[in-house]
């Protein structure tokens, strides 16, 4: 923790505040806890963005050992449909975000030293609500970037076009049709089962095709 930030914890009653940074493919979003104008590292957090409106939202941080990655909830307040629309968009998605802690100095009114960061991911969900009174709320979940290695790689296949789509132009499944065995690539096989290549004539169909290359 930075030296300054911990000296200003270390007073009876320090002054507060929570930021969270989102950077979006075409926009960055700076957002305080409250109703305030701070400058961060250079950069300028308000509480009440002209594009996306304010924080709604930022659910219990923890720190725990298990066995999957840890996520945080952040909701907003959207000023308008058409906010609430754009923050939903499927492109949202994997953008990175930062909550931070940090304290500031109430008479001059500048962050006090480097805020601390409390937790760094990266959009995975959007969730939209809408109360009684019509009161939208948009809610992501944010998981951490080691979310990444818990993937399986589900969509791989012992394909042209799959094999293609990574190697482009390399011919080596151009006549693979099928295989006599289950393929588990990048997983696991089932309890029992033991992962084998490709069928014979598969095999040799690709390096007949390999040959004709050279």
């Given at each position: 923790m930075d030296a300054a930030l911990k000296a200003a914890l270390a007073q009876p009653a320090p002054t507060l505040f929570g930021a969270i940074k989102i950077e979006f493919p075409d926009y960055t979003l700076r957002l305080l806890d409250g109703s305030a104008q701070l400058q961060i590292g250079g950069e300028?957090?308000?509480?009440?963005d002209p594009t996306f409106g304010t924080l709604a939202s930022i659910s219990e941080l923890s720190?725990?050992?298990?066995?999957s990655a840890p996520e945080v909830t952040i909701g907003l307040f959207p000023p308008d449909l058409s906010a609430t629309?754009?923050?939903?968009?499927?492109?949202?998605?994997?953008?990175?975000?930062?909550?931070?802690?940090?304290?500031?100095?109430?008479?001059s009114g500048a962050?006090?030293?480097?805020?601390?960061?409390?937790?760094?991911?990266?959009?995975?969900?959007?969730?939209?609500?809408?109360?009684?009174?019509?009161?939208?709320?948009?809610?992501?979940?944010?998981?951490?970037?080691?979310?990444?290695l818990f993937e399986t790689e589900e969509g791989q296949r012992a394909s042209?076009?799959?094999?293609?789509?990574?190697?482009?132009?390399?011919?080596?499944?151009?006549?693979?049709?099928?295989?006599?065995?289950?393929?588990?690539?990048?997983?696991?096989?089932?309890?029992?089962?033991?992962?084998?290549?490709?069928?014979?004539?598969?095999a040799a169909i690709a390096a007949g095709n390999a040959v004709q290359r050279r």
């Amino acid at each position: 923790m930075d030296a300054a930030l911990k000296a200003a914890l270390a007073q009876p009653a320090p002054t507060l505040f929570g930021a969270i940074k989102i950077e979006f493919p075409d926009y960055t979003l700076r957002l305080l806890d409250g109703s305030a104008q701070l400058q961060i590292g250079g950069e300028i957090y308000v509480g009440m963005d002209p594009t996306f409106g304010t924080l709604a939202s930022i659910s219990e941080l923890s720190e725990e050992l298990d066995d999957s990655a840890p996520e945080v909830t952040i909701g907003l307040f959207p000023p308008d449909l058409s906010a609430t629309a754009e923050l939903a968009h499927p492109e949202m998605q994997g953008s990175i975000v930062t909550v931070m802690v940090g304290a500031v100095d109430t008479l001059s009114g500048a962050v006090i030293g480097t805020p601390e960061i409390l937790f760094l991911g990266e959009i995975d969900v959007p969730t939209i609500e809408v109360d009684g009174e019509g009161k939208r709320t948009l809610s992501y979940t944010v998981v951490s970037v080691f979310e990444r290695l818990f993937e399986t790689e589900e969509g791989q296949r012992a394909s042209n076009g799959f094999h293609q789509s990574i190697y482009p132009g390399e011919l080596g499944l151009e006549f693979m049709t099928g295989t006599d065995v289950n393929l588990y690539w990048g997983v696991k096989p089932p309890a029992g089962q033991t992962a084998r290549g490709w069928s014979a004539a598969g095999a040799a169909i690709a390096a007949g095709n390999a040959v004709q290359r050279r």
